[in-house]
């Protein structure tokens, strides 16, 4: 049976990680200006604030793992008043030593390990509009452990290297967003796949994007009348079915054109259409330029598994 989530974390393709230690002590407060790229960090032991553009405030304790998958602007502190000092991530040059804030000597009031990548899918703001703008789980020791050992091979040369640490952040993206509380999610993939009837239209979708689905199958499948599945399927996904079908169909596609190696005819029948040139027509809709053209600009990557 397909499973949705790895296939989405899949065509958005982590690579790149940039990992480094974080402490913080006394009076202290930075202020990140907006990212864009997913963005990750553990409480390795004390407390401090974040606060996230969008989000309600929070206090991280030891053992929280949060995940920002687009890295809005947000600051972080510790609990006395203190100006934040403005960085600039895009602009800043990255840190070759561990950052601390506030005081330079003693112990530190709380201590981080946090980190960044990014996502080399072209599709990528589609596939993250389904996610939440920020995860925050707390004590889930199996997330810990991921981003230790994210750390340890993010700092080191060993062969393999960058092979490894695209597993690894995979297998950290699945799990910080399944042990996410599909009920506590925006509307999206997460909430989608904690109800039961909309995640089997989600599997049925994903499983075969080929086949020309209905919303009518698709509600009859999930053991639903029409209407209560599309309203079920709108309130939980924040799309239509068709609109994510649609969606999906075509980051599929983008995925096989980039690979360079599928002839038209053939990523049409894999996404669901019945020739190439009706696949090019709603393609071009879609995207706003041919296949073709497509293809041709979009850097070479390997062809999904799908």
């Keep these: 049976m397909s499973d949705p989530l790895s296939q989405v974390i899949e065509l958005l393709r982590p690579r790149a990680v940039f990992s480094k230690g974080i402490s913080g002590a006394g009076r202290w407060a930075v202020r990140y200006s907006a990212f864009g790229q997913p963005s990750f960090c553990v409480v390795l032991e004390g407390r401090c604030r974040l606060a996230v553009d969008g989000e309600d405030a929070i206090a991280l304790e ?107 952040i995979e297998v950290l993206l699945i799990e910080a967003l399944r042990a996410t509380r599909g009920q506590y999610a925006p509307p999206g993939l997460l909430q989608g796949l904690a109800d039961s009837r909309v995640a089997e239209a989600l599997r049925l979708m994903h499983g075969d994007p080929e086949r020309s689905w209905t919303v009518a199958e698709l509600a009859r499948d999930a053991g639903m009348s029409r209407s209560a599945f599309f309203d079920r399927f709108m309130r939980t996904v924040g799309l239509r079915p068709m609109e994510y079908l649609l969606a999906w169909r075509m980051a599929v596609a983008k995925s096989l054109l980039s690979a360079g190696d599928v002839a038209l005819d053939e990523v049409a029948r894999r996404v669901g259409y019945g020739s190439a040139s009706t696949f090019s027509t709603a393609f071009s809709r879609h995207v706003g330029q041919p296949p073709g053209r497509y293809a041709r600009r979009a850097p070479a990557t390997p062809s999904p598994p799908l």
């Design 62 to 168: 030891e053992g929280d793992f949060v995940l920002l998958p687009a890295t809005p602007a947000f600051s972080m502190s510790g609990f006395e008043p203190a100006t934040p000092r403005q960085i600039d991530p895009k602009a800043a040059p990255a840190p070759t030593e561990d950052i601390r804030h506030g005081q330079a000597d003693g112990p530190p009031d709380v201590r981080l390990l946090g980190g960044y990548f990014v996502f080399d899918s072209p599709d990528a703001s589609l596939l993250l509009s389904l996610l939440p703008g920020m995860v925050h789980i707390r004590g889930v020791q199996r997330l810990a452990t991921l981003v230790r050992l994210v750390g340890e091979e993010a700092s080191g040369q060993c062969a393999g290297r960058d092979l490894v640490l695209a597993r690894l």
